[in-house]
């Protein structure tokens, strides 16, 4: 049967994707070798790397005063990068879920956090509107789309110091003016490819204004200044990013999968909120995820829920239970991920209330 | 033509392993889904993780005071997460070559430093003896093989304070009596499988005696408590370093596999000694490395190295050129380049003698 592929992440790939990433491993262009097993500073690995920061760069139309790079560790090393390389007094975060938490946790390490606004009071199901950014803090870090709870900030917010997005779950899902951000990263297994390469997209001239040392691996100007092979990268992931991200660049772009988004989200919370059994777990509209759509039954069906996932399950849909801090369902609907797909949880959704 | 891959890492991939790893791209287990976009702590994943620490555990006899853990960044980001978890006063480092330094570099961002002996002077072509290990260190660092410089250091030596050993380039190449190191460590990319995640095998009971606040995902432990899901790993290099273990097990393990590195190296060296054009660029036998065969030709041959280099490749030698730093030529023997390659190499070597 067909599966229906809505992991959180690591999560879908392009069948194109799947394909060009298992030729390689057998046989890089016809070479006799393996992308697995050869030099990352060979000229054919070189050209891969510098092919998937030029398809970032273009896809995202990244301006010349930011660099493009790629590093270890996914998105959870950058939590300590990030005040490593750029904390010098005191930081602002917004805490919108799990993962800016995590990352407040590591910053608390460096230096002084100031959190200028949550939505902890009610289990992360908005995001948080007017607060203040301090002007004498060193940056402010955002989560722009939380996986786990289903928000995600769709606007280029304007921020008086450095702006440091988490993007890694919505990166290349819609277009980003990447000017009004200091640095944008994540992991890149959601939208741009496999996991083991973390992306970063970092303004220069926000670097290299601490005093601290910083071990040299974990230092951002080390990988701009060697073009992301200081040391060997995930070779094979950043293969594979570059072949999805080919993917996408033939599509449309990302002005392209932008439009496909909206209306993949759109069908989904339309049918949440028209069915009788289901709610979306974000009230506010504006602040539901294009990409992770967060819902549970409502109190009359709540018995249920075991029910649904088994009845979904049946029907193909992998990977729809919700996180444990939420419970019900979460669908991510990535970019890969097809409008059939979503169609198909519809379809299950509608049957399984006329079956009840 | 058939190529040989003398590739110093990332490098030869046994064909099984290819194979295998291909086959998951497109369709894990008949699942219908990649191994590149299945949850890592979906079971079939978590599977994959145990198995490939499993596989380390019983290849290596890895006794149960030891955990075997995965992280990211290679070993050049353990240079700095040794002595954030281990240097609380002073450390003591072997100096045998680029990497041992680039280690002792790190470390000496987190406290004293005390080089016990380095082969600097002789451009690294010999592993120092007589040294003696400070009792009072806190830990006592090697690098067990020199990639660019064709040393290695055979035996498990004996430390009076824990031993702390990059082995990227000769894990697995010979039975190591894992009791007697505090850390075995290194980048996959060589008798493991693809780049993109490192090995580190740890005495529990050394870690946790530091004072400094360690970031979350750079403590050794968080590892060990989260079986090495803390966050994303590098989910498809595990998957490739789980097939190659499996194929060297399948082989016969790692007894097995050195008495047949033993023979591949000997057959090499013996040539080098023998053909006029060549030398080793390590004298002392000892001293010279089974996974990483360095040489140059003779004075008097010297201006011929870029005509062999054209003859070996022709013949389809694929990764013989030396580091700039030692310049001629190297051989990285790894696990799995077949004793054919050699054989061929050897070929070639002489005919460039015969037709000289």
């Known amino acids: ?9 690591p999560s879908i790939i392009p069948e194109y994707a799947k394909e060009l990433t298992a030729q390689g491993v057998l046989n890089l262009n016809n070479s006799g070798l393996s992308v697995m097993e050869i030099s990352h500073r060979s000229k054919e690995f070189s050209a891969i790397m510098e092919e998937t920061a030029s398809l970032i760069r273009e896809l995202l139309s990244v301006p010349e005063s930011h660099a493009v790079i790629f590093v270890h560790g996914g998105a959870s090393l950058n939590f300590c990068m990030i005040p490593y390389n750029l904390l010098q007094t005191r930081a602002a975060y917004l805490d919108t879920g799990s993962w800016s938490s995590k990352a407040i946790k590591e910053a608390k390490l460096f230096g002084e956090v100031e959190v200028v606004a949550s939505s902890k009071d ?3 199901n908005y995001i948080p509107k007017n607060y203040t950014i301090p002007r004498d803090a060193d940056y402010f870090h955002i989560t722009t789309n939380n996986t786990i709870f289903g928000t995600e900030i769709k606007e280029d917010i304007n921020s008086p110091v450095p702006l440091i997005a988490d993007a890694s779950s919505d990166i290349m899902s819609r277009p980003m003016d990447i000017s009004k951000y200091g640095m944008v ?11 083991g390469v973390a992306f970063v997209i970092v303004k220069k001239d926000i670097l290299g204004k601490v005093d601290r040392p910083i071990p040299t691996i974990l230092n951002y100007q080390t990988h701009i200044d060697n073009a992301s092979l200081f040391n060997t990268p995930s070779c094979l992931s950043v293969f594979g990013c570059l072949n999805t991200l080919k993917w996408l660049k033939n599509l449309g772009g990302v002005e392209k999968i932008h439009k496909m988004n909206i209306d993949k989200a759109k069908i989904l919370y339309d049918e949440i909120d028209r069915n009788k059994l289901f709610q979306a ?6 602040d539901r995820s294009i990409m992770n759509v967060t819902f549970v039954m409502t109190e009359e069906y709540k018995e249920k829920e075991a029910d ?12 729809i239970k919700g996180h444990r801090s939420v419970g019900g369902f979460r669908a991510s609907i990535y970019n890969a991920l097809p409008i059939e797909s979503i169609k198909a949880l519809i379809q299950a959704m509608k049957e399984f209330e ?3």
Request: proline content about 5%; glycine content about 14%; cysteine-free.
């Open 354 to 356: 006329a079956n009840l």
């Open 308 to 319: 649904f996932l088994a009845y979904a399950t049946s029907q193909g849909m992998v990977g």
């Open 1 to 9: 049967m067909k599966k229906h592929n809505f992991n959180a992440g």
């Open 185 to 195: 990263y994540g992991g890149a297994q959601k939208n741009i490819g496999p996991a």
């Open 122 to 124: 009610k289990n992360y």
């Open 281 to 286: 777990t974000v009230p506010n509209e504006a």
